[in-house]
């Protein structure tokens, strides 16, 4: 995988923007099959849909069954955001190369927490407890992370400001439990519009470990879907590209009313899965 | 891209340097292992032309691959692809391979099950960590503390921790004095990177063959310069505190086979650093060695897919038989390693 052909991927001009009336019929699909679906869960219970879910109910469906492990804080966990944090200065020149730059960004977001109390329920409190040797392996993850991103991509080709990560685009349907979709992708671009109206348009990039598998496409589409139901008024991403820094591999897809179906739908085949592995859990 | 330039400009004098950096080692007739920049110029200047990004060269392997797995079962091995809905591919890593090949008693090869730890392996834990720290933030406190602490940060490393606690104060104490006396002279000769070299850390690479059945995988211990150019620009170096042994330098052949198949060039060069002794083994990647690469691991895949159906191994006592999980009630395997940790303690 070469830089420019990564960027130029994701810098193609974008197909014409979904219409209202496709981006409402997904909505509508989603809103009339979920209720019904999750109403038996236990009182309390919710779904979260995230890509990691969705890939999880096409590989290894099985682990829907195991019982959940508690949380804890590693290295892996911290990685992202870490490295987007360092890979922010580098392009704001503040650094020269992620390597240099995770220390110093790891130091002065401890301290900031410290100072201030923001962000207890994150990483920062964390890795202020650790050991020096254990602090500096959660920096060696990130700065491997950040590194492989941003040897990936030819940062000069994006005339306009990125995002770099930022909250997860989030939609809450309407039923008697809970039911999340959560979308995250690690960069943001601002394309340029081709179509009349100038409407704005974005490609998201969704970084990835592993290899890419069989559902790809819709495992992309799920972001631009997530993006779509979360804020009605905003356009639909143009572009979700995903990158298996792993193999050297990237995919890319545009997105299409037929692409965003077959998120939902597969969204909708995810919560079936999620539920009948839950109710047989209680049973 | 500094690597590179670096190298445009040292080129022309690269094989007089290169002697002057081994003569510099030579001692009055005894060796002494190559440090800071001579090790980095050992490493950067192999005295070949390095590759040229070439399409072809990762299709040809990427078919000497799949017509090699083709002839045997292992294309169906990841198998059962037509039927499941969720294909496991057959993942193959480099001690897998080397166990495949290796005519070894346990031939457990097939497993990635936990290993019974012993003083090597702890050594080698802890010393990878404690490179990792050195290459990220050029220092190491404590080694044992600061090898332990990293450690604990891996769930896969909770076995090796609590053998490492259960161990009597005399045997802490003989793995406390080799990871000393290795850190200290990793710190004093392993070089600074510059990180403009866009240094990588346990980088793990990989990649699918003959339509996802089979995998190839690996995690290497230190990746430096920046991929996906012309010319190939990528070192892969590969860390050992134990003895040298003939497969290290067919791991990193295997590693330098992924990387090319992943990459438009393949790495420049291949290394194993011995810890131990400073030693610095290199190979400086070419289309043979990656010839012989991929053969290789059809070799491996196709007797993986043999030992999967059920075919008997080979019943020899080799040098893997301290990795296998069924050591402890294997006499000839035992008596193999004793022999080992004999020669290790030596």
Redesign the interface.
Known sequence: MRAHELTAAILAPPLAPIGHGDRQLVRHNLTNAIPAMVENLPLGDQVVVTLAMLRQVARDPAALSRPEEPFAWKPAFVRRSLGLSAMDACINHRFSSPTEAVGPIADQAVSEWSRTGWRTFHWEPWIAALHPAARSAVMAEAATWATTLWSSIDWHRFDSPLGLGGPDDQWVCTAARTVRLKGRSELQVPLEATHGGGAESTALVSVAAGIPRTGWETELGFLALVASLRSPSRPVPSRVVGLWPDAGQYRSVDITSGVLTAAGDRVIACIGAVVDARMSMVV | MLVMDIDRREEKGGAARRETAESKSRVMGSWTPLAGDALLDRLRVTGRPRPLADPDRAARLRETIERGLAQGTVANQGGRRDQS??PTPLVITKDRLTRALSPGVHHDAIGFGVQPPTTPMACGALID?LF??L???GS??DPM???L??L??D?RQAHLIAWIDSLSGTERGTLAAEVDRQSIALVNRWPTLD??W???????????VAA?AV?LSGRVDLAIG???LNVASVAIVEVKSGTRRPEHRKDLHFYALIETL???APPFVVATYYTRTGELDIDPVSDELLAAAARRTVAGARALGQVAEGAAPSRLPDQQCGKSAVLPGCRPGRQRVTADIGGYRR
């Open positions: 809905p969720s960590v990792r720290q290459v990220t933030i190491i406190g503390s600061d090898g602490a990293a604990a940060l769930d990180p403009a866009l240094p990588r850390t346990q980088l793990p690479i990989r990649v699918d996802g995998e920046r991929p996906g992943r990459s438009p």
